[in-house]
């Protein structure tokens, strides 16, 4: 099949890790960016990006995986420059910007394509409902990254639809496409040369003996925002008692906070006191690329709202361990239970128990994080039957290897980034026929943006008069060469100079105004159509500085001069 491309809507913060707070979503971007660089099917890649700075970063990191394919910058401020390459990926869901960027010009010259991440913030919430009101059309696409996340996305969209016909009496029907393509893994720098010496020298390192089971658990250390540790310090403790073996669990992540530190390992110390703890600092990059092999079995019990596909529990199914996780979100699409490790039964509240939970987080009682971690205390995980997979892990070295093994294959058949970014340009690829075969969508006649109008237009009643092509101009008493060079180079009047007529042209309408007022689309004959709008906001722009004078014509009127007091006759 033919492959599609896309410019990569460029924010260092969406694809680039490291610094105090390392979050899920910034780890998939740039695995994402990593993979399409190196797999991508393509002649070249576009970035779509406003700094100089931040397109020579790309340029960087592409040239590290494949340095004979070449880079454009495509620069934000040009968004119909995007119909060069007929497709732009946003790092996130909210595409509305982007779209009504588009409105602009012609709305099939190039596809929209966003990806979810966490979707239970009221931004994100707020954008999924304009997917039915915002431009985006059948040639656009919001891919969810689970089957699960798909289908919390229909829901919030239908509550929107049902909102918008009970409101105005027609249903609009949402066009864009809502594809499910997984996040991937490079799953060969899981392989490493000399697995066997890492695992004895990381044990050795963190004091961890040759016959200890040493269960890992990879992501942030807290307890409102991703996973409650409660249930996994219970189980772990029951299956250690009842088989015996010794087991450590290393915690690879970080804490947002000292009180959040101590809370999580006082609850470790009380609920979990046969099994060693050892917590390191998972933003190290030695760290993340290396623990793996120290571990017997991985474990995430995720069960947050934040979540919605969950990348660790791959990242250990190609480094050959078992998993057990949560039978929670996106995990139900990549672990089998039973196969690849166990998936842990999870219970919630019945729906309509969080009425009151959705309005305080609304008007504002409840922040985020309040809002999350309480949905997360009425959501359950099965002590019991968790306790027994570990116990089954624990007991069977045999199982591990057969588990291990059978996700390492999982994760190389299905998510490694050569799959995931196969299926991402197969995605553009379509989304580029559909758009090759609507019917050409121009500029509207109207506003681009309805809320967002020409503001010249919208806030035309405010001044006395505007400025059209009858309107005459003139010279002021003022008007010399010295004045029009200083005012180009007065702070309080070039703060916008980009926007303006340039010097020279300047120069050039008062030369021509020299022999004499004249009306504006005279004054402007000779310059082209793109440059108009910056000749006519120039000129009122010279008006405020003294340098010309605009006279009404016959068909517009200005305010009466004042009567001069009879004192000043």
């Known amino acids: 099949m033919s492959r599609g491309n896309a410019a990569i809507d460029y924010y260092p913060a969406a694809f680039v890790t490291g610094g105090e707070r390392l979050m899920g979503r910034e780890a998939a971007g740039e695995g994402f960016l990593s993979g399409f660089l190196r797999y991508a099917d393509v002649d070249r890649f576009y970035c779509f990006t406003g700094q100089q ?64 991440h966490t979707i239970c913030t009221a931004a994100v919430m707020d954008a999924v409902g304009a997917l039915a009101t ?9 891919v969810s990254t689970s089957t699960v996340v798909k289908a919390s996305i229909e829901r919030i969209l239908g509550n929107w639809l049902d909102y918008l016909a ?42 961890i003996g040759a016959d200890e089971i040493v269960v890992l658990y990879l992501g942030r250390l807290v307890f409102h925002a991703k996973a409650h540790p409660l249930p996994m310090f219970l189980a772990l403790e029951r299956a250690a008692r009842e088989t015996g073996k ?47 092999h120290a571990a017997d079995l991985f474990v995430s019990l995720a069960d947050n ?3 919605t596909f969950g990348l660790s529990p791959i990242e250990a199914m190609a480094a050959g361990l078992p998993v057990v996780v949560s039978d929670w979100d996106g995990y139900r699409d990549t ?56 116990a089954r892990l624990f007991a069977s070295h045999s199982l591990r290897r057969t588990m291990g093994a059978a996700g390492r294959e999982q994760a190389r058949l299905r998510f490694d980034w050569r799959h995931v970014v196969r ?55 003022s008007t010399c060469q010295p004045r029009l060079e200083a005012l180009y180079r007065m702070p309080m009047m070039n703060f916008s100079a980009a926007l303006l007529g340039g010097e020279d042209e300047s120069r050039a309408m008062l030369s021509l105004l020299g022999d004499g007022p004249r009306p ?37 009127t200005m305010p009466a001069e004042p009567t001069p007091a009879s004192g000043d006759r």
Not at 167 to 192: K, M, Q
Not at 526 to 544: C, D, N, P, Q
């Open 53 to 116: 700075a931040e397109f020579d970063q790309f340029a960087a990191a592409g040239r590290t995986h494949r340095p004979n394919v070449p880079h454009t910058w495509l620069a934000r401020r040009e968004p119909a420059s995007l119909a060069t390459v007929g497709c732009l990926y946003h790092p996130d869901p909210v595409l509305r910007n982007r779209a009504w960027e588009r409105r602009h010009f012609d709305e099939t010259a190039y596809s929209l394509c966003g990806v979810t």
């Open 134 to 142: 915002d431009p985006l059309y059948e040639w656009d696409a919001l």
């Open 166 to 207: 009970e409101r105005i009496g027609i249903r609009p029907a949402a066009t864009i496409e809502l594809p499910i393509i997984p996040l991937g893994v490079d799953c060969a720098a899981f392989d490493h040369p000399r697995a066997d010496d890492v695992r004895r020298e990381l044990r050795t390192e963190l004091g």
């Open 246 to 292: 010794p087991v450590t669990l290393v915690q690879a992540g970080w804490f947002p906070s000292a009180a959040i530190e101590a809370e999580f390992k006082a609850c470790g110390q009380a609920a979990c006191p046969s099994v060693k703890k050892i917590y390191i600092d998972g933003r190290r990059a030695d760290y993340r690329r290396r623990i793996w």
């Open 305 to 307: 709202i934040q979540e």
């Open 335 to 390: 672990v089998r239970d039973g196969v690849d490790g166990f998936r842990i039964p999870t219970i919630m509240a019945p729906a309509g128990a969080g009425v009151d939970l959705a309005l305080r987080y609304a008007v504002g009682d409840d922040d985020y994080d309040r809002y999350i971690g309480t949905v997360s205390l009425c959501t359950a995980i099965d002590v019991d039957r968790c306790s027994a997979a570990f």
């Open 423 to 477: 299926a991402y340009q197969e995605l553009w690829y379509e989304l580029a026929q559909r758009r090759s075969h609507a019917a050409r969508r121009q500029r509207p006649t109207g506003p681009a943006n309805p809320l967002r109008e020409d503001p010249f237009s919208l806030f035309s009643t405010y001044p006395s008069m505007q400025l059209d092509g009858q309107s005459m101009v003139s010279l002021t008493a």
């Open 520 to 556: 504006v689309d005279e004054l402007l004959a000779t310059s082209g159509a793109e440059r108009r709008r910056y000749l006519e906001r120039t000129i009122v722009w010279l008006a405020k500085a003294g340098m010309v004078s605009i006279s009404p014509h016959a068909g517009q």
